[in-house]
């Protein structure tokens, strides 16, 4: 409500300052009859930035310095000997039922005298508070407004200034791109300490037993090793890329060297569906179709395999990928130059030949950094998994068995029966540290690789 | 540096004289909807130098690239018409296009040397073609085509380093050796001094003139001053079609053409 | 000289006999190459159309309901209700909805069910012996609410008959479906013996019949009446987070995009900026997820389950994508467009918003449709923002609560009747990839437009 | 103006009966929208219950187990210290197996000596032996042993170690002079061979049997209920799971479940007496009510009369 | 065609006589490391056609770029010297360059319109420099800037076509309106033929011909047939600094310096 009102405010402020700024440029361009340097719409933009920054700089502090404000305010209402009385728990208390009452939600038990005092008087110190940040508001943005419109004669250049400031919010996001950086590392880390506080690293990145305890069992927390997570993760990543690799590569291969035009024009989107279809649909499919396909087949042929198992999750998973694999692979095939190609073919070399002997190992390097690519996504991975893996962290080289992955574990522990102040749900973000580092290790290491690779045929 | 090779650029006429190794009759090549050729008919005499002119975008890479059948690998380019190696139609179904560029090798306009060490990049093709019956006899090829190419004493030292790493002119003259170590019968260079300096180009033109006694080449050059130097006949494009063809001294000097011509006064192109 | 042309034509005899005896094994080998790529290409061809084939027939018979047509008897004896209110001379505004009100809940306090039974009687077969629980499993549980709805619309209705119709149950359809296996004992079916034999008779005398499940694009998620339970939450849900991708991800992914290719100095932080973007582009879905959960939620109070978080959470998560697409479309404008531009006097800002953007705008505008097409299939972000709620109701406002299509499709296939929900778990996920599809098919499609145009 | 939307997070047990209820209630007061009911489990749910008062927390958080004294002290400190806390009913969890494979009645005991990783043999631990049922007990069938249990992250989690695993390890007589935590050991240390930790939900321990149809597994009775057609369940002690005989108390495994309620909310967020009135109805909790036949274990009517009655007296 | 415009170029001491309008001093240009110009010291005259010839890469665009300061684009670009339009630096930080290039247009070598229509194309420059008051304006000022480039006879019927879908002729005519438009000074162009062909070359030099009566021309060709029909004046640049310049007949006729000679004679380049 209070937002909105200030919003609105603003948005008339901008619309005045604009207005002012253009007709004040529009009318020096006619009376004398000069060259203005900028265009009106160029003033207008310069008199209304002036105006809109002092205005909301004024808000911006009273939402920065507003809370604290309030809480001494709330601190002076409330009687001295009732407030000598109160620890800190106590305090905080006292102030949420003051808030409650100025806010209209009621409190529990009785009303004591000073609090309904004290929560009227917040209420209308509130209101008067919230007047005077908008006249504030009001005045230096009005001020400002004076001030900028004062400015403008022909040879100010509004343009450049205007630039300028777009410049400055252009710079600003992509900033949004580091502070989600900076917002990833440090939700995961201030957690992950929170974690290790309970549980020793070391028992965390080496222990081979994940065993957390049900939140019932306070003070005995169970075991929360690393290690079984990261053997399913690796496990379920390596069959992954077992299928994805040959069947990506080669269809890359094939659609680029050999499929006639028509063939590639149907099939590469065709493949290039699998990449877009959600994991969800993915996870469902190897649940309900490829889990017990394999199982039976494993009976067939005398093999006990799970339906839900590290093949079943590995397999779907893979299949998923093959898309990412293929047009990667794609790319970097196209990129080696077709000298090269025309090189081995001038010898009297097969299609073939020149392909594993000369394109290949030529594209080699590109070619790791896009599986190292499809790795991380394969690690990174959550659905299929919660769906078909059979989450089963035990620490076993069996894939005919189910796993459980890191992604698996964060998704169990964080929305499960846990405790939520406890390491039961705090290990999520242990492990999404975990797995935030080994993605990210792999990806620079994969984009290290591929940008040598661009670099040495630029 | 050109004043001596030109010196050594056998009498004209004995190229008349020589054999024919490959004749074109009406070859014509269409890119997709684009016509690039319109029927070209040439006589190439075995153990010379023929070199083709003519502007840019006239067909001549096009046409060296029928020889070997190089346009069999671009998609939607079409060949018609027929050469023959020998009296062989290289455009057989029956002929193996794979054994066709084994005896007919090509060097292109960069170079462009395999990833691989130098010994590799000579080694590859007799490797491929199962030329070699032991390690000794790969050596031996190697090194004899790294000496045709006049490459063998500069990288004696560092057969196994990468080939890439090599100046140019040296990998230019490797992608030579290269061809050469395959033994074909016919050699055809894109370009092949377009890309490098004058001192490299001086050395390759000398190369060819060695070449050329064991060896048919055909060559592609933008520049007449090279193809004056190196060859022995000269064939001009223009738009397509061939001009007008002939001994070199008698093209350069007395062309019949109008467009030849004014090609070599420089007025087009 | 001729004896050096003797020798080395011996030479190139031998040399074709040699080159010769390899080739059939070489194009052997290359046969087999050949085979195996086209292998791979029928493999990767052959998932999709089994996925696809697969999905299609798991899901296809969820849509179609089975309705149950009742002839409803508004019975006075069963509906001992006042009569409606009407509104009094004089009577205020709120007096006259509270009086409303009282009567509304008064009905709804009744016992509705037994007028459903009765009609259901009435379809049976006379004297057909089955207790009151038995019969009243054919019907959804929601029948009550229809018929009671009817009611408050129409208080004339009392005392009259008409057809309604209802959603038969959730375990009448896995009856008449054979999705519990028909053969199975008393033990193992849902329904009792005289139950499944009346609704063998229903369908027999037409009293249930099969029509398209409209009821799935147009309810939402139920478990009271699973057989009513449809998708319009959560699509509603769906469309909100896209909205904010949309009007978030994409200013904010082009306007990086522009500032790091048009406009950043080259140094240390772009090049930071650039390696950071290029990171959270591969960043595991479930790490924003994370962050979402203690950055949006616990920082920033903002309410759970609520599509505003979800859409955030996936705008951080497009992002990159945006961004990496956008540079790879400004990269591509020739240099002559820039020239000219700033040649004609235009600032470097002009030159940006009035010549290069329009021109990129076609690659923007795909890269966009894609990512937010991804956004649109991502699940499990979504699961750690407390998005996997029961939500039975269409979301108004971002800041309503909601679930996402994908998280209904996880909801649905974890349910525990099973046997319903599977065909209904693969109908919504028919819907998700057709609403996916069709966004490709656009991006294709104006893409080549625009690029046509250009 | 506030929201007027009654928000509710917690048990995933919970969240099928409260999601019917919060249907049910949306139908059938007009005057009110539906309950958005979220889970994020008893310890999530409990944790937004306990962020504060106002328009961004929750008003119920569902559980299954008591609130904890920890949790209590978050609560206040966050200035929520009007918690009511409604019993509504109990959960009842079964032992499972394929429908098609012999019949099972177990015991804490027999689930006992199957699972844990060493068994008391004459006074000292010794590693267990057992691989199949009927060495255990001769009545039971000629099957290998093979169990999937509940993970540690579920809540059910907690009734079976507190129900079977402690109950049948007291049977089976741990021996005298064990340490605090060799005994917490003892208890709590399962064979891996045998016993599969499940920690996604319940489709995936069918799914453990329907790939090896020999294990037995741990359900919720609704979930069970729902899927008669491939699942056959066990008595425990011989008693049934049964609605009637977990009321009655003859079945041991059964929990009880709770939601609590934000007083401080209640006049604020309009609905929120009416829904906890309509959950503790009879048409909902009750016995015959919409509830139960969604598996949820109805309590004595006296009980429920008791908890509601606290719950308005705390309303004044 | 030539004789024409030649027979047209007035009397090239004519040239010498008008005003200078650019000067520059010691003008030098590094880009990153490598230095581009050594030192440029030129006078332009004003209302004449000057031409810059040189071999490929001497620094004739670089130069050109300093004067309307698009080297400012170019990343790692460093110019020294000064340059004055009409006696202030163009360099003065406190000029804006978006002024200044209004003030100084540019030709490109490869037509460059924008892709909208030929209107729009035209209508760009006074649109954002704020020049015309009104929609008739506008109409006027599109109307006689193409007019002044010859083309709107030709366009008229389709002004609202894209201006790409001309030939390539007209799409440089297209620009060269497009940059009379503004009202510029100073008209730079780089190579502004050489990608037409001979025809579109002709009218465009005509046009060059007709423009020099109001606006003052400079213009880097790579011909020096064209140097010799279109300039009054003529700088020869060399490896980066400016051997020779003067009035275009002398240069051509009577070049002072050896290397000047050289280029002419076509021995380097
Ligand atoms: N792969 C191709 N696809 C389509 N058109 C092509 C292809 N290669 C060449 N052309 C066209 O065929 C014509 C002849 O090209 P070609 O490369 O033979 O010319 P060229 O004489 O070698 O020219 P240059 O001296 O520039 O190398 C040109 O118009 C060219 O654009
Ligand atoms: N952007 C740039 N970065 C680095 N070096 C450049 C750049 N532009 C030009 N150069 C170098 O500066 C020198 C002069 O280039 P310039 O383009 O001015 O030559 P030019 O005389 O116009 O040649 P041409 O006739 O080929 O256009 C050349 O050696 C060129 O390689
Ligand atoms: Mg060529
Ligand atoms: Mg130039």
Known sequence: ?458 | MTQQSVNSAMNPTDALERPIRLTARDVTVHYGAKQALHGISIDIPDRAVTSFIGPSGCGKSTFLRCINRMNDTIEGAKVGGTIKLDGEDIYDPSLDVVELRARIGMVFQKPNPFPKSIYDNVAYGPKIHGLAKSKTDMDEIVVSSLRKAGLFEEVKDRLNEPGTGLSGGQQQRLCIARAIAVGPEVILMDEPCSALDPIATAIIEELIDELRENYTIVIVTHSMQQAARVSQRTAFFHLGNLIEEGVTEDIFTNPVNKQTQDYIMGRIG | MATDTLSTSQASVERTRLIRASLRKRHLSEAIFRVLGLAAIILALGFVALLFVDIVRKGAPAFTQSNLHLAVTFDPALIKADPAPVRAEGQSDADFQAANLKWQRDLALLNWNKVIEASLRAAAPAGYDIDTKEILSIAETDARHEVREMFVADPTLLGKTVDVDVLASANAVNWIRGNIDRSLGDAQQQLSAPARALIDEFVANGTITNGFAWSIFTNVDSRAAPASAGLLGAFVGTLWMMLIVIFLAVPIGVASAIYLEEFAPKSRLTDFIEVNINNLAAVPSIVFGLLGAAVFINYMHLPISAPIVGGLVLTLMTLPTIIIATRGALLGVSPALRQAALGMGASKTQMVFHHVLPVTFPSILTATILGVAHALGETAPLLLIGMKAFVAAVPATPLDQATALPVQIYLWQGNENRNFFEPRTAAAIMVLLLVMICLNGVAIYLRSRLEKRA | QSRDTIQVAGSSTVLPFASIVAEEFGAAFPEFKTPVVGSGGTGGGLKQFCEGVGDNTIDIANASRKIKDSELEACTAAGVTDIREIQFGYDGIVFASSASGPDFALTPLQVYKAIAAKVPVDGALVDNPYTKWSEIDPSLPDQAISLAIPGTNHGTREVFQLEVVDAGAEEAGLPEGLSDEEKDAALTTFRQDVVIEISGDYTETLARLSSNPDTVGVFGLSFYEQNTDTLKVATINGVVPSPESVAAGEYPVSRPLFFYVKGQHIGVIPGIEEYVQFFLSEQMSGAGGALEAAGLIPQPAEKTAEVLAAFEAGAQ
């Not at chain 1, 619309?15 to 009859?33: D, E, F, K, P």
């Not at chain 1, 002076?76 to 106590?90: F, M, R």
């Not at chain 1, 250049?157 to 300028?164: D, G, I, L, P, W």
């Open chain 1, 1 to 458: 409500m209070n937002s909105l009102v200030i919003a609105g405010l603003l948005l008339v402020l901008l619309g005045v300052a604009y207005q002012s700024g253009w007709s004040r440029s529009r009318a020096l361009a006619t009376t004398n009859g000069v060259k203005v340097h900028s265009r009106p719409q160029y003033h207008g933009s310069y008199v209304a930035i002036w105006a809109l920054v002092p205005a909301l700089l004024v808000v911006g502090l009273w939402a920065w310095l507003g809370d604290g404000i309030t809480h001494n305010f709330i601190v002076s209402q409330i009687p001295v000997e009732t407030l000598q009385s109160l620890d800190q728990t106590g305090l905080n208390a006292t102030i949420g039922r003051i808030n409650a009452l100025a806010s209209g939600y009621g409190v529990a038990g009785e009303v004591l005298p000073y609090e309904q005092t004290a929560g009227d008087a917040l209420r209308s110190f509130q209101f008067i508070t919230f007047l005077v940040v908008i006249g504030a508001a009001a005045v230096a943005g009005v001020a400002a407004l004076l001030y900028a419109r004062s400015r403008i004669t022909a040879r100010h250049r509004a343009r450049n200034a205007v630039e300028r400031v777009i410049n400055i919010a252009l710079l600003a996001c992509s900033a949004v791109a580091i502070l989600t950086t900076v917002g990833i590392v440090a939700s995961l880390v201030t957690e992950a300490i929170r974690f290790f506080s309970f549980i020793s690293p070391l028992d965390f990145f080496f222990g081979t037993v994940w065993n957390p305890n049900n939140a019932g069992s306070a003070g005995n927390w169970g075991s929360y090793g690393l290690l079984p997570l990261l053997v399913g993760t690796l496990m379920i990543t390596a069959i992954a890329m077992l299928v994805a690799v040959p069947v990506g590569l080669m269809a890359a291969i094939y659609l680029s060297q050999y499929a006639h035009r028509n063939l590639r024009a149907v099939a590469k989107p065709i493949i290039e569906i699998l990449a877009g279809i959600p994991t969800i649909v993915f996870g469902f499919f190897a649940l309900v179709t490829v889990g017990p396909f394999l199982r039976d087949a494993g009976n067939l042929v005398g093999l006990d395999i799970n339906a839900t198992s590290a093949l079943t999750a590995g397999v779907v998973m893979g299949i998923m990928i093959i898309p990412f694999v293929s047009s990667l692979s794609d790319d970097i095939l196209n990129q080696v130059p077709r000298t090269l190609r025309d090189g081995a073919y001038g010898l009297g070399a097969t299609k073939s030949e020149t392909i594993r002997n000369v394109l290949l190992p030529a594209a080699l390097p590109g070619i790791v950094g896009a599986f190292l690519l499809a790795v991380s996504r394969a690690v990174g991975e959550t659905m299929i998994v919660v769906l078909a893996a059979g989450n089963a962290p035990v620490l076993r080289g069996n894939p005919f068995e189910p796993v459980a992955t890191i992604t698996v574990s964060i998704v169990n522990q964080l929305t499960g029966d846990t405790d939520f102040a406890g390491p039961q749900s705090l290990v999520g973000f242990a492990l999404g540290l975990t797995l935030f580092v080994i993605t990210l290790c792999l990806n620079i290491f994969a984009l290290y690789i591929v940008r040598r690779f661009r670099e040495q045929y630029e």
